[in-house]
């Protein structure tokens, strides 16, 4: 498949050290802390959009994200499959129904891009229904920006071998061995699919107001610490 966007040519850095992860991400979860109260001043909501492969660091990610910002303002939504009330309606309908009010954020770990990602692999969405997403997505987000609402998203980039690890580390340790499935194994039988589905979304939907951050996570220290400086970054620049 030819894209002009590949996930092939991303670089990942040397591994962070660890007290100058600890010294980096301090600051920068404190100023995290702040500009989310400056956007419930200026009633400015946050919508962020966490996506990437199974291990990517997701979840911890959000975790060091979040763990100084005031919980009152914000509100993470794990999504799974829909429910049977969300499968009679519209694919975008309960995301329409957990946005952010004025001032607030909602986290969405995973999204609406499963439309053109795990459905789209899996043969849950027929294919003129995931081509068409493309522009819908872009629309959704378009009216989001025109409610002033800022959007961010990231893809959580780790390679095959990086993935095939941390399942392994996963399954033997009786701690974490519950977030390892069949699926989890047999979605990496899928790996080139999803990489292609992956590449054509981030080309069709990477748009000026509303572009992919893509954090090379091998190293979960650096994914980390990029996912609070771009989240700062933006806010700044948003917030003035």
Not at 33 to 45: D, E, G, P, V
Not at 48 to 54: A, K, N, R, S
Not at 178 to 186: G, M, P, V
Not at 226 to 235: A, G, P, T
Request: aromatic share 14%; net charge positive; glycine share 4%.
């Amino acid at each position: 498949m030819n894209t002009l966007f590949s996930l092939k040519s991303i670089t990942y850095p040397t591994p962070m050290d660890k007290n100058d992860y600890k010294k980096k991400i301090d600051k920068l979860q404190e100023n995290a802390r702040l500009l989310t109260y400056l956007a419930n001043y200026k009633k400015r909501a946050i919508v962020l959009v966490f996506e990437g492969w199974d291990a990517a660091g997701k979840g911890g990610a959000i975790r060091r994200l979040t763990s100084t910002i005031d919980p009152r303002l914000y509100k993470v939504i794990s999504v799974g499959a829909p429910n049977d009330v969300e499968r009679k309606r519209h694919y975008l309908w309960r995301f329409w129904t957990r946005l952010p009010r004025e001032g607030y954020m909602s986290i969405f770990d995973r999204s609406w891009y499963g439309r053109v990602l795990v459905e789209r692999v899996e043969g849950f969405a027929k294919e003129e229904e995931w081509k068409r997403a493309y522009n819908e997505i872009v629309f959704f987000e378009e009216d989001l920006i025109d409610a002033e609402m800022i959007i961010i998203k990231y893809w959580l980039q780790i390679t095959s071998e990086e993935q095939f690890q941390r399942f392994k580390q996963r399954e033997e340790d009786p701690l974490k061995r519950w977030k390892l499935t069949e699926e989890d194994w047999r979605n990496r039988d899928k790996w080139n699919l999803y990489e292609d589905a992956c590449e054509e979304m981030i080309q069709k939907t990477n748009k000026p107001k509303a572009p992919w951050i893509v954090i090379p996570a091998n190293d979960k220290y650096t994914a980390r610490v990029m996912v609070i400086e771009e989240f700062c970054k933006i806010l700044e620049k948003e917030l003035k």
